[in-house]
């Protein structure tokens, strides 16, 4: 049984308050105020500990740096070309997709990620703007 941590249960709390999916530097950064001696090694270690359990999940969505989301239920992501934005994507029907993948594959699917890439509302009304 893994020992109890108010650093780790900090942590936790803290992404299940955020939706826009924060980097370890921003947990860090957050959790500091709390916990001011707590290394960024630390936050590093127990954020891959939290993935590692299923309590979070870790997002790589191609920007060389891992997100964390407190919200573990399947559900899709949209990152923002933009501005790097990464937020939830809520599908009501994906049966479609999945039907599909499994057709042609002899396999067994077991789960998958999706991600959707574009411009948020914000950077969309942006480019509107300029042009």
Do not use: W
Not at 16 to 38: G, K, L, Q, W
Not at 61 to 79: C, E, K, L, S
């Amino acid at each position: 049984m893994l020992k109890y941590s108010r650093q780790r249960e900090a942590i936790k709390n803290f992404l299940m308050t955020r939706h826009d999916h924060p980097t370890a530097d921003v947990v860090y950064s957050n959790v500091r105020t709390e916990f001011p001696n707590i290394s960024l090694g630390t936050v590093y270690r127990n954020l891959t500990l939290l993935a590692d359990l299923g309590e979070i999940s870790r997002l790589r969505v191609g920007d060389g740096v891992d997100h964390f989301d407190a919200d573990t239920r399947p559900h899709y992501h949209f990152v923002c070309n933009e501005c790097g934005a990464v937020s939830d994507l809520e599908l009501n029907d994906i049966s479609g997709l999945l039907e599909a993948a499994v057709r042609d594959f002899d396999g067994m699917i077991q789960g998958h990620v999706t991600y959707f890439y574009g411009l948020c509302p914000h950077c969309r009304s942006t480019v509107k703007k300029t042009s």
